[in-house]
């Protein structure tokens, strides 16, 4: 909102000397935000000036320009820039007469853009100064040709300074409002805070104004049939007619000035009228020629398919929820957003019917939405208008309109009044100190709920206040402690830093989700932040809810579409999952929930691959989503009053939350290693991530098991299945105490799943389940005595089946072994030539080491064969030749 210093003025008195810097410094006092300081970008001497005459001189070009001598100071006085009276001055334009009064920039003057005023020769003269059209004032778009005073209502000497006599010396401050503080959307509403500011006194003009209603009335209906939240959608309906309005008549120019200011362009002095009267009085209006108008008025929701021309010229095809003004020829305005194109005040509009109406918030932010077509109005009917000040704004109207535009106010008019009545708050004593920390005096508190507008009664020792009817946040005990404290001033609250409590840390959890963070980001790795809503087909394709093992040997009912595997580089169909869908999403085209952190991260990527930045490396701590199927959520309800729920009614709350795990996302492009003298480049792959997992399992104390996994948006044989034990005392997500569970994935991305997000072949990417790993680190540690004797190291090489994993066959040669084996190693993977088809050696690298002795050759030979032979009993392994 923007107020001009000049209309402030007129509802308090400023200091001398008050600068916009001043008044912004006043309003952040009681809580307003300070945006910008708006000013005409013109200095002078820019005056009056008189065309004494005028010569066209054809050029060469065909054009034919007019060097005009103009006076610009009375008599034999000097100009304002210490030249002659009269200057020689070119002009383009045509549409002025000897004598017509003009205004002249003179040399040293400077415009908008900016754009320096000097004597400079052109077309064979010297032309000392322009003569300016308004758009080169900056007064509007005008630019046909130069601005008569005449057009404006002016009849000012020559030579007087045209800078105050335009408005152009007016200044603007802006602020901005937050969607609570609608009355704030009105130079009436700022002016009241500045009041509240700096103690002056405040001339409310609503009070100003005497509202006569009208004799013969015209009819209108409020037919709201499918109110939104049961709410009417017009609760306020005030009309007026004025008759024998001159549409030549000019609007002032204080009055284009100021409108200038706030970021309104003048179009005509009726619509000028009621735009200046919606910024004064905070209530948006709007202008019917009333010879168009085919009947009475009548409010009503749109129909199914019917459609509306609006002032724009764009016919629009309405919603039943959209709330009309019609007549009988149908549609004449969309409420609270924009008139239409039949009803439209025109150059030949002589009566007018003034309409100042109070509708519901809801319908018009919907529809201003719904739409693309927001307003001034709408913006402020979404924050809520007075509903008592619409007849004021109507009679402000009319006055106007018969002091500027020539017109009669006629007795035709309506008023519909049904605005609900501000309901009483008991405040108790002792209330608002209690809250707010700070000792305020009976008199404080009443004083500044006077101040704000509010009615106090006393009601058993305790005040009861009834909000004004520009406060519709004022519902409750707190929002009027809130407004005390604001009154009285922010600046009295001191600021104390509460003492934490001694004994309290980091929990667990916390401790924990710190260091994973710190362990990645010490790795190279970079923190980002995503939104939590994905698409959903993003949900479908990495939020599976069930082992991809599983999925893939066709071993469980998803209950949904199958995940085809056959291709190592496609899918067809994505695995449906469970996912919640938000009512009102921000962006229509990702209105669900995440179930995992991969999308979001591969989109964050994918953006800063656009900017240049190739090699990524960026990671996620966050919840997802993750509903079971067939589960209704929310649907508890909190108990009344203020005590706390009982254990059952706890227990309902809880479960009607949607199940949110805590994940952690890798996601990693481009180079793992960058190229360097001495080093070459080396690629992220699935390496990458699951170094990262076993980084995130080394932070947390934890081992993870890794096997080969299948996940519907991973490459084949490029997926890590991670797993951890958990210990025997937790429960996590319905798994039995003590059990191994999948914990996550790492692997590299299915090309086409990574083209589809226009990155590289090659996407290395984590998952890591965080809260099933916390719950192992919270267990007891086994810890492992160092070994001081010296160890035997042997080497096996194991020919099994293709299918058999790497990690299940180390696993069972480990089992086998027995506790002598102190670590085991798989150091190659070979396929080729000595090795039949179907078939794999595995080659592990075994070191023993026994507790008290050195262990002899035989002994670690014994233990090895002990492996073996459990390997080829599990898996038919044998030893590779």
């Not at 908008?112 to 100064?129: E, L, N, Q």
């Not at 309901?423 to 006077?450: C, H, K, M, N």
């Not at 192992?776 to 086994?782: F, K, N, P, R, V």
Request: net charge negative.
């Amino acid at each position: 909102m923007r107020v001009p210093l000049s209309w402030l003025g007129e509802f308090v008195d400023l200091a001398p000397g008050t600068t916009p810097e001043d008044v912004h410094a006043a309003l952040v006092s009681v809580g307003l935000e300070e945006e910008d300081i708006h000013r005409f970008q013109v200095s002078g001497p820019i005056v009056v000036g008189e065309v004494l005459e005028f010569v066209g001189e054809e050029q060469s070009n065909g054009k034919t320009i007019n060097w005009c001598q103009v006076r610009v100071a009375p008599g034999d006085e000097l100009a304002a820039d210490g030249g002659p009276a009269i200057h020689g001055i070119i002009c383009g334009a045509h549409n002025f007469a000897v004598g017509d009064k003009v205004v002249v920039t003179l040399p040293g003057a400077s415009l908008p853009g900016p754009f320096p005023i000097a004597a400079r020769k052109t077309y064979g003269h010297v032309s000392d100064g322009m003569i300016a059209s308004a758009r080169e004032l900056g007064l509007g778009d005008e630019h046909d040709g130069i601005l008569l005073l005449a057009s404006l209502g002016i009849d000012a000497p020559a030579g007087t300074d045209a800078i105050p006599l335009l408005g152009l010396d007016d200044s603007a401050v802006e602020i901005n409002v937050t969607p609570d503080r609608g009355y704030a959307f009105s130079v009436r509403g700022v002016a009241r805070e500045y009041s509240h500011a700096t103690g002056v006194p405040f001339r409310d003009p609503a009070l100003a104004l005497t509202v006569v209603a009208p004799v013969t009335r015209f009819p209108v209906t409020i037919d709201d049939q499918a109110p939104i939240r049961d709410r009417i959608g017009a609760s306020v309906f005030i009309t007026r007619v004025v008759r024998g309005v001159d549409p030549t008549r000019p609007t002032p120019a204080w009055m284009i000035a100021r409108l200038g200011l706030v970021g309104i362009r003048s179009i005509s002095l009726v619509v000028d009228v009621t735009n200046y009267v919606m910024f004064e009085l905070g209530q948006p209006l709007h202008g019917y020629d009333l010879d168009k108008l085919a009947g009475g008025i009548i409010v009503r929701r749109a129909t199914t398919g019917e459609k509306f021309t609006t002032l724009d010229a764009v016919t629009r095809t309405l919603n039943v929820e959209d709330l009309l003004i019609t007549d009988e020829s149908g549609p004449i305005g969309l409420a609270g957003v924009m008139g239409g194109a039949s009803t439209e005040i025109s150059a030949q509009t002589v009566n007018v019917l003034v309409e100042a109406a109070n509708f519901d918030p809801v319908s018009i932010a919907r529809s201003a939405r719904r739409h693309k077509l927001p307003s001034e109005a709408s913006k402020r009917f979404e924050r809520g208008v007075d509903p008592r000040v619409a007849a004021v704004a109507a009679a402000r109207v009319v006055q106007l309109l018969v002091d500027l535009a020539g017109g009669v106010a006629d007795d035709l008019g309506s008023v519909y009044d049904e605005a609900p009545v501000p309901q009483p708050i008991l405040l108790p004593t002792g209330f608002v100190s209690g809250l707010i920390g700070l000792a305020y005096t009976g008199d404080e508190v009443r004083d500044a709920l006077v101040d704000v507008g509010a009615s106090l009664a006393e009601v058993d020792g305790d005040l009861q206040v009834t909000p004004p009817s520009w406060r519709p946040d004022l519902t409750d005990k707190w929002t009027l402690a809130e407004e005390v404290a604001r009154i009285v001033g922010y600046d009295r609250i001191p600021s104390v830093l509460p003492v934490a409590p001694p004994g309290r840390g980091l929990t667990l959890t916390q401790t924990l989700r710190r260091t994973v963070a710190q362990t990645l980001a010490a790795t190279g790795h970079f923190e980002v932040l995503t939104y939590p809503f994905v698409s959903e087909r993003a949900n479908n394709l990495f939020g599976v809810a069930v082992s991809p093992a599983l999925v893939s040997a066709g071993a469980v009912d998803a209950g949904a579409s199958t995940v085809d595997v056959a291709s190592p580089l496609s899918i067809s169909v994505p695995l449906s999952v469970p996912q919640i869908k938000v009512a009102n999403p921000l962006d229509g085209e990702a209105p669900f929930l995440r179930t995992s952190m991969l999308p979001g991260l591969l989109q964050i990527a994918q953006r800063n691959r656009s900017r240049g930045l190739v090699d990524v490396a960026i990671y996620e701590q966050g919840l997802v989503f993750r509903p079971e199927a067939g589960v209704r959520y929310g649907t508890a309800v909190l108990p009344a009053g203020a005590r706390r729920p009982s254990a059952e009614a706890e227990a309902a709350l809880n479960a009607g939350v949607v199940p949110q795990p805590l994940l952690v996302g890798i996601v990693l492009v481009g180079n793992d290693v960058r190229h360097q003298p001495g080093q070459p480049a080396v690629a992220a792959g699935w390496q990458s991530s699951l170094a990262a997992a076993q980084q995130v399992a080394l932070a947390t104390g934890v081992r993870i098991e890794v096997r080969q996994g299948q996940h519907p948006a991973m490459h084949p044989g490029r997926t890590a299945e991670l797993f951890v034990t958990l210990p025997a005392a937790s429960v996590q997500d319905g798994t039995v105490s003590g059990s191994t569970v999948s914990v996550g994935f790492a692997g590299e991305l299915l090309p086409t799943v990574a083209d589809d997000y226009d990155l590289p072949a090659v996407v290395a990417v984590a998952e890591i389940n965080l809260g099933l790993v916390f719950a192992q680190a919270g267990g007891d540690l086994t810890v492992t005595p160092i070994r001081t004797m010296p160890a035997a190291t042997q080497d096996l090489s194991l020919v099994v089946s293709v299918s058999v994993p790497a990690a299940a066959l180390r696993a069972v040669v480990a089992e086998g072994a027995g506790d002598l084996l102190e670590t085991i190693d798989l150091v190659d993977d070979y396929r080729g030539a000595g090795v039949e088809p179907g078939k794999k050696s595995l080659t592990f690298a075994l070191r023993f080491r026994g507790e008290e002795r050195t262990l002899t050759a035989a002994e670690a030979s014994a233990a090895r064969l002990s492996g073996v032979a459990l390997a080829g009993d599990r898996f038919g392994a044998t030893l590779r030749e």
